[in-house]
């Protein structure tokens, strides 16, 4: 099994900031599609962020240009998910997602079914 491990979250205020981090545990992050979601109760999963590890091509999704930033740790074999201005609508379950991939094109399209490896999840809540 691949395994993943999320840490970072927990509470903040609105206009806040938190870093999520996500650790490969037994494997490598390289060559990898990686990617970070949210789901809040009620809602559909969503995906935030996308990144290639072998080559650090990435993008954020629309809704969080400008305020989320993901980037990679190689020593640290750790995907990160910098959140800025937070807003309570934010408050949200983070999952990192991993699927082998040696294709830019198909982590840009690729979405929560195209995942085969998820971490359990880390809670943010965001508070006015």
């Known amino acids: 099994e691949v395994y993943l491990m999320e840490s970072g979250g927990g509470s903040a205020q609105a206009g806040g900031s938190l870093r999520l981090s996500c650790t490969g545990i037994?494997?490598?992050?390289?060559?990898?599609?990686m990617a970070w979601f949210r789901q809040a109760p009620g809602k559909e999963r969503e995906r935030v962020a996308v990144m290639l590890t072998r080559n650090h091509a990435k993008l954020v999704d629309t809704p969080f240009v400008g305020r989320f930033t993901i980037s990679r740790d190689d020593e640290k074999n750790t995907l990160y998910l910098e959140m800025d201005d937070l807003k309570p609508e934010d408050t949200s379950m983070y999952f990192c997602a991993a699927q082998w991939s040696i294709s830019w094109p198909w982590c840009e399209k690729a979405g929560e079914k195209d995942y085969n490896y998820w971490g359990q999840g880390t809670q943010v809540t965001v508070s006015s």
């Open positions: 037994s494997w490598t992050l390289s060559g990898h599609c």
